[in-house]
């Protein structure tokens, strides 16, 4: 596989459940993302990981749980969302520090629904 | 703090019909900007990155100019499958990303 993997495409979950959104990078990058992207919205930055380590919590309530085991994977654990959390959501890629060019490797996205 | 204003939100073509997608940008310290391709239910795909004014590039039907304020996105006589949501992205000094709402072009046969 190559470039920015993301699973599940699609996921629908009840207010009370809990679930998780998997992303993984093939392409030897340091710095991962997580975006979140609302109709009529500009793309939202949630979290950033650097050499596995949280460099950026854009004020992201603490229904959201991100985590980093390695460079190459990243997990959003999610739990007790509300509706206004349904969009899509992207997981990005990019090279680390003071390589980084700012451009930015995108998977397909995760369509999140709450019910 | 940095802000990126993308016009028009919509714009719909005739194939054949050229146009321009503007980009305006305020941001402390620019180190690049971006512009991406979405199509619907995909994440958005990397086209260009421009680094200072004065600087085109192009790729196909596309090129993208840049100067100190604002960058186009100059679509030469589009197809249908032209068709995405065009994202335009700063990138600063300080290592940040900011994105702009996006033009959604629709190229009628």
């Known amino acids: 596989e190559t470039g920015v993997t993301q699973t599940p495409r699609h996921l629908v979950m009840g207010m009370t459940n809990k679930k998780s959104l998997k992303c993984e990078q093939h392409?030897?990058?340091?710095?991962m993302y997580w975006y979140k992207q609302s109709a009529k919205k500009p793309l939202e930055l949630m979290f950033v990981?650097?050499?596995?380590?949280?460099?950026e919590n854009n004020s992201v309530p603490s229904r959201f749980s991100p985590e980093c085991p390695n460079s190459s994977h990243l997990f959003l654990h999610l739990h007790t969302l509300q509706p206004e959390d349904s969009a899509l959501y992207l997981c990005?890629?990019?090279?680390?520090?003071?390589?980084?060019?700012?451009?930015?490797?995108f998977g397909e996205g995760s369509r999140l629904t709450v019910l | 703090e940095d802000q990126v204003t993308q016009s028009p939100e919509a714009l719909r073509l005739q194939e054949g019909e050229s146009s321009s997608l503007n980009c305006s940008y305020t941001?402390?310290?620019?180190?690049?900007l971006f512009w991406y391709r979405q199509d619907p239910g995909k994440g958005p795909e990397f086209l260009f990155t421009l680094y200072s004014a004065g600087e085109e590039k192009e790729k196909e039907r596309l090129k993208a100019t840049l100067t100190k304020k604002e960058s186009f996105l100059h679509i030469t006589a589009p197809k249908p499958e032209d068709s995405a949501t065009y994202l335009c992205a700063v990138y600063t000094n300080a290592g940040k990303s900011t994105f702009g709402d996006g033009t959604t072009l629709t190229v009628k046969p």
């Open positions: 990981y650097n050499f596995k380590e949280q460099t």
């Open positions: 392409l030897g990058h340091n710095a």
């Open positions: 941001v402390s310290g620019l180190r690049g």
């Open positions: 990005a890629s990019s090279q680390d520090g003071g390589r980084n060019t700012g451009e930015l490797f």
